[in-house]
């Protein structure tokens, strides 16, 4: 029985979305060095996620569409000046700077795993680059593996922003963001 004060916001693609992708991205940062069949699936799951993604954030629901959350950037600083403030308005789905955070990890993860990759095709001539790397030099192992890392860590302090932006969030506005994006449902009142 639902909570007649709660409303739906995130669908079932959303909620499913965002806790596999969670989980792939810690799977391929426990087995970087150690499991490379776990790391490279790992890696083939984010893509196939977040290809999904770009495509839902156009044709999904209400709040999984990039134009419910999308705003131009003089509102996102705006928006985190606010919270800086404690004045920041609640949204029901995503925030101007959580909007922001979703664009950018969808813009980063595709970038960490594609490099991912180029790594695995030039170290093991396996993978779908393989055949890109069959006249590359030697020298190309190391940046190929630097490019990786730095995106990887990238990425790390981007999860860390958007785990320390929820938490702020739900703070401030006196509810529980993670519950929300795992039964789907958020107080209908601010």
């Not at 790992?42 to 156009?58: I, K, N, Q, S």
């Not at 609640?90 to 980063?108: E, K």
């Amino acid at each position: 029985m639902s909570n007649t004060n709660e409303i739906r916001v995130w669908d079932p693609l959303i909620r499913v979305f965002h806790w596999t992708l969670a989980l792939a991205v810690l799977v391929a940062l426990i087995t970087e060095d150690d499991l490379l069949w776990a790391h490279t699936w790992a890696g083939y799951t984010v893509l196939g996620l977040v290809a999904a993604r770009w495509v839902w954030g156009f044709i999904g629901s209400e709040h999984a569409r990039f134009s419910d959350f999308v705003r131009p950037p003089h509102e996102t600083l705006a928006y985190l000046g606010d919270v800086a403030a404690f004045r920041a308005r609640r949204y029901l789905g995503h925030n101007p700077a959580g909007g922001a955070m979703v664009v950018a990890m969808l813009l980063l993860l595709p970038l960490v795993a594609l490099s991912g990759m180029a790594v695995y095709g030039y170290l093991e001539f396996s993978g779908p680059l393989a055949g890109l790397f069959n006249a590359s030099p030697d020298s190309w192992s190391s940046v190929l593996k630097e490019i990786h890392e730095l995106l990887a860590d990238l990425l790390l302090v981007l999860v860390g922003l958007h785990l320390a932006g929820v938490a702020i969030a739900s703070l401030q506005h006196r509810e529980n963001l993670v519950r929300s994006l795992w039964t789907g449902r958020k107080s209908k009142h601010e």
